[in-house]
C-alpha cells in the first residue's frame, strides 16, 4: 500500500496548476505571478543535509552540514538542492516527501528538485562522489571506458535513473565527460578515459539512460560536466583550489576536448555545468568557466545551439567554511571582486543558475538597482520552470511512494548486473606463464584483502615462503594534502615511494605474486609491471570480483582507458591537453590482455 502523501497547495486554481495545459502555457503564468524574490531563489541550487530518520535538518541540529531546511525553502524560496550524505532507501524518500510538503504549503507551491553527486561507484569524496551505499555499485566512469561497451553505459544509466527516481533524485550531477589527458589530474576516476570519441560514444548513451529518448516524468535530468572539458590542468592541479586555477593548451587541442560535449547536446543533454577553470593562452577571456561570457554564452548557447539550464559548479559567489576550514569563491580571475559583482557576472556569462550557493539577495540587490533587468531572470526561469513541469513534478510526480523506494533502491537484479560489469571491466596487463586464471586451491600469502573472503577460493599463509602466490591490493600513490578538503582530492605523484615499493619488490622476489591495483589515475608502475607475475587493474569493483577474476570463475574484458607512464620525468615533460602523450609509456592506451 503506498504512503504516498496528497498534501493540498496554497493559492490553487490557477493555469500553472493544470496538468492538462501546455508547458510553455504554465510556465508563462506562473512566471507572472512570481515577485522578484520568488524568481531569485529558483537561481540558487544550493547543498542540502537529511537526518538519517528523514526527517528534515534545521537550524542548530548536529548533522553532517549545517542546514536550515526551512529557511532556505520558506525564507529564501529556493526549490532546487543537491542531497550530500548516505542514507537507507526509505529515509530518504520519506525527507524528500517531507520536503516537498515544505515546498508544496509555499505561497505558489512550487516543487523541489532534488539533485545527486553520483553514488553508484566506490568512491567516496564529499566535493564529488557517494559511494554507492544501499546502491547498485558499478565500476567508475572509467571502468565503462575501459569497456567501451555503449550498451553496458545505457543500462547502467537506465537503472541509476530507476534507483534515482525511487527516492526523488530528479536532477543527476553527472555525467562528467571531461577528457583524462593530465595523468597528475584528481578527477580522472569519472571520466570515461582520455579518448574523446570513446567518450562521446558513452555519454550519448548515458544520457539516453537517465533521460529517455525525450525527457519526461520519469526522466532523471542529466548535467553534464565540466564545460568546454576540465581535463587539461595546469600540473595536474584541480580548480577546486586556487593553486590549480590554470587549464592549458599546449598541445592545441582544445577543441579535442570539447568534441564530446557536442555529442552530449546531440543526445539531448538538459543541463550543462560549467568548469571552474580559468582558460590560459587562449582567445578565451582569462577568467573561470562559469563566469566567462565568451564560453557560456559565445561557445555554448549561440555556437553548439544548446538552450537546457547552465548551472554554475559549485561556490562560485561566497567563500564557504569546509570541514572547518576556509575557502575562497572560486570565480578564478575575478577573485577580488566582491560576492555582489560575483553574481552580476555569473549572469552575464549566461548562467541560469548558482551551484552551491543560497543568496537570492545579491540577484535582488542587482535587479532593484536597475543593473540586471528582470527580463534576464525570466529567460532563465523558462528554462528552469520548464523541466519542472516537464518531470511531472508539478503533477504526479511530486512525491514518491517509500514503499516502492525500499524496494527498487538495491534490488538483486541491479546489485548483479553492476558486478557483472564490475568484473568484465577489469584489466589484465601482466600474466607471465598464463598464472591467470588459478584453477586449483593454492596457498596464498595476501596483503590488503581479508583472510575470510580470500580463504572461499584457497588457502592463507603468513610469510611468501610459505605461499604458492602472493596476492597483492594496491592503490594508485597520490601525494597526501594538509587542506582537509584538498585530502580527498588524490593528486601529484603517480610513482611509489622507495619505501612503499622495496617491500613490495622483496615479495615478488620470493613467490610468484599477482597484483590488483585500483586505478584511479595511471599509476607509474615499471617496476611492478617486470616484477609481477600477473597485474590486473580495475577501476572500482569489489574484492569479491577482482578474486573472481583471479580463480576462473569471471571473465575480464577490459582495456586500459588511458596509457601508463613509465616516469614522472615522462608525465612532467607531457603536454596537459594531449591524450596518451607521455614517451615511452609502460602500457598504452587500450592495452590489455585476454584470458
Avoid at 529558483?42 to 548536529?62: C, K, N, W, Y
Wanted: proline letters at 7%.
Amino acid at each position: 500500500m503506498s504512503n504516498t502523501p496528497h498534501l493540498p497547495r496554497r493559492d490553487e486554481g490557477h493555469p500553472y496548476q493544470d496538468a492538462t495545459l501546455p508547458v510553455e502555457q504554465r510556465v508563462e503564468d506562473l512566471i507572472s505571478r512570481m515577485t522578484l524574490a520568488e524568481k531569485a531563489g529558483q537561481l540558487f541550487h544550493q547543498m542540502i543535509a537529511m537526518h538519517p530518520d528523514g526527517s528534515t535538518v534545521e537550524r542548530g541540529d548536529a548533522a553532517m552540514m549545517e542546514t536550515d531546511t526551512t529557511h532556505i525553502v520558506t525564507g529564501q524560496r529556493l526549490t532546487h538542492v543537491n542531497l550530500l550524505g548516505q542514507y537507507a532507501p526509505r529515509a530518504m524518500a520519506t525527507w524528500h516527501n517531507n520536503l516537498q510538503a515544505l515546498a508544496a504549503e509555499t505561497r505558489l507551491g512550487i516543487p523541489v528538485t532534488l539533485s545527486t553527486d553520483p553514488r553508484h561507484s566506490f568512491t567516496d569524496n564529499m566535493g564529488a562522489s557517494f559511494n554507492a551505499g544501499a546502491f547498485s555499485a558499478w565500476p567508475e566512469a572509467l571502468g565503462f571506458g575501459a569497456l567501451q561497451d555503449a550498451e553496458a553505459v545505457r543500462r547502467f544509466a537506465d537503472i541509476m535513473r530507476r534507483e534515482y527516481v525511487a527516492v526523488g533524485f530528479r536532477t543527476a550531477l553527472h555525467p562528467q565527460i571531461d577528457l583524462a589527458t593530465e595523468p597528475r589530474w584528481s578527477r580522472q576516476s569519472g571520466t570515461f578515459g582520455s579518448d574523446a570519441h570513446i567518450t562521446g560514444k558513452l555519454v550519448r548513451a548515458y544520457v539516453e539512460g537517465l533521460q529517455g529518448q525525450t525527457l519526461g516524468k520519469d526522466s532523471v535530468s542529466a548535467m553534464v560536466k565540466h564545460f568546454p572539458g576540465g581535463g587539461a590542468q595546469l600540473d595536474g592541479e584541480d580548480p577546486h583550489f586556487p593553486w590549480g586555477r590554470e587549464q592549458v593548451y599546449p598541445g592545441g587541442m582544445r577543441d579535442y576536448h570539447l568534441a564530446p560535449f557536442k555529442e552530449a547536446i546531440a543526445a539531448g543533454c538538459a543541463q550543462m555545468m560549467p568548469y571552474y577553470g580559468m582558460p590560459v593562452g587562449t582567445d578565451w577571456e582569462e577568467v573561470g568557466f562559469g563566469i566567462n561570457q565568451g564560453v557560456v554564452t559565445g561557445l555554448l548557447r549561440q555556437q553548439l545551439g544548446f538552450d537546457g539550464i547552465v548551472c554554475t559548479d559549485w561556490g562560485l559567489v561566497t567563500d564557504q567554511d569546509i570541514f572547518g576550514e576556509r575557502h575562497q569563491a572560486r570565480a578564478w580571475g575575478l577573485e577580488g571582486l566582491p560576492p555582489l559583482e560575483k553574481a552580476y557576472r555569473v549572469l552575464q556569462a549566461g548562467c541560469d543558475q548558482f551551484g552551491g550557493e543560497s543568496c537570492p539577495e545579491l540577484i535582488i540587490e542587482l535587479v532593484e538597482a536597475g543593473r540586471v533587468p528582470e527580463s534576464r531572470l525570466d529567460a532563465s526561469l523558462r528554462r528552469i520552470l520548464r523541466q519542472k513541469f516537464t518531470l511531472g513534478l508539478f503533477d504526479e510526480q511530486r512525491y514518491v511512494d517509500p514503499d516502492l523506494a525500499e524496494e527498487t533502491v538495491g534490488h538483486a537484479d541491479f546489485v548483479a548486473e553492476g558486478a557483472a560489469v564490475q568484473r568484465r571491466s577489469l584489466t589484465v596487463l601482466v600474466n607471465k606463464d598464463s598464472v591467470l586464471p588459478i584453477a586449483r586451491r593454492p596457498k596464498v600469502y595476501i596483503q590488503n584483502f581479508p583472510t575470510a573472503l580470500v580463504e572461499q577460493y584457497a588457502d592463507v599463509v603468513g610469510t611468501p615462503a610459505e605461499a604458492d602466490f602472493a596476492l597483492l591490493r594496491l592503490r594508485t600513490p597520490y601525494e597526501p594534502r594538509a587542506n582537509r578538503f584538498e585530502s580527498h582530492f588524490h593528486g601529484g605523484t603517480l610513482a611509489f615511494t622507495p619505501e612503499v615499493l622495496k617491500p613490495l619488490l622483496a615479495v615478488m622476489e620470493q613467490v610468484p605474486t599477482i597484483v590488483c591495483l585500483n586505478l584511479e589515475r595511471p599509476a607509474v608502475i615499471p617496476e611492478i609491471a617486470e616484477n609481477a607475475a600477473a597485474l590486473m587493474t580495475d577501476y572500482g569493483a569489489s574484492l569479491d570480483a577482482l578474486l573472481d577474476v583471479v580463480f576462473g570463475k569471471a571473465t575480464p574484458e577490459g582495456r586500459l582507458p588511458f596509457e601508463l607512464p613509465r616516469s614522472m620525468e615522462a608525465v612532467r615533460a607531457a603536454r596537459s591537453d594531449v591524450p596518451n602523450d607521455t614517451e615511452n609509456p609502460v602500457f598504452a592506451y587500450g592495452y590489455g590482455l585476454s584470458l
